[in-house]
Nanobody, 124 residues
Framework: QVQLLESGGGTVQAGDSLTLGCLAS????????VAWFRQAPGKVREFVAA????????RVADSVKGRFAISLDDAKIANSLQMNSLKAEDTAVYYC?????????????????WGQGTQVTVSS
């Protein structure tokens, strides 16, 4: 069973950049789909970005397209979410998750393992 550990959250100003990390243990991301979701206060958790662990296919939510990018290291054990031009509405707890399903899903119920979450706060 893969275990996930997020890092990199914090408090930044609007317009700043921040990179979140997600480290896998017990298994690499190679045969998995890895994704980021976020949950803002009082709102449901929503999809942010996902990619196939084998590389190639990525999907990004419209709300962050052009600002956020997801990537994997060559060893397929560390995943990153690069967040640029941050806005106050990006404030949320960000979660890393993995799925064994074929295809890059954006549906939360398709993801079997989740990290504990990391807080991102963007002040305007």
């Amino acid at each position: 069973q893969v275990q996930l550990l997020e890092s990199g959250g914090g408090t930044v100003q609007a317009g700043d950049s921040l990179t979140l990390g997600c480290l896998a243990s017990g298994q690499t991301f190679n045969n998995l789909v890895v994704a980021w979701f976020r949950q803002a206060p009082g709102k449901v958790r929503e999809f942010v970005a996902a990619m196939a662990g084998s590389g190639g296919t990525t999907r990004v939510a419209d709300s962050v397209k052009g600002r956020f990018a997801i990537s994997l290291d060559d060893a397929k054990i560390a995943n990153s979410l690069q967040m640029n031009s941050l806005k106050a509405e990006d404030t949320a707890v960000y979660y890393c998750a993995v799925s064994r399903r074929v295809g890059v899903s954006t549906v939360q119920s398709d993801f079997e393992a989740w990290g504990q979450g990391t807080q991102v706060t963007v002040s305007s």
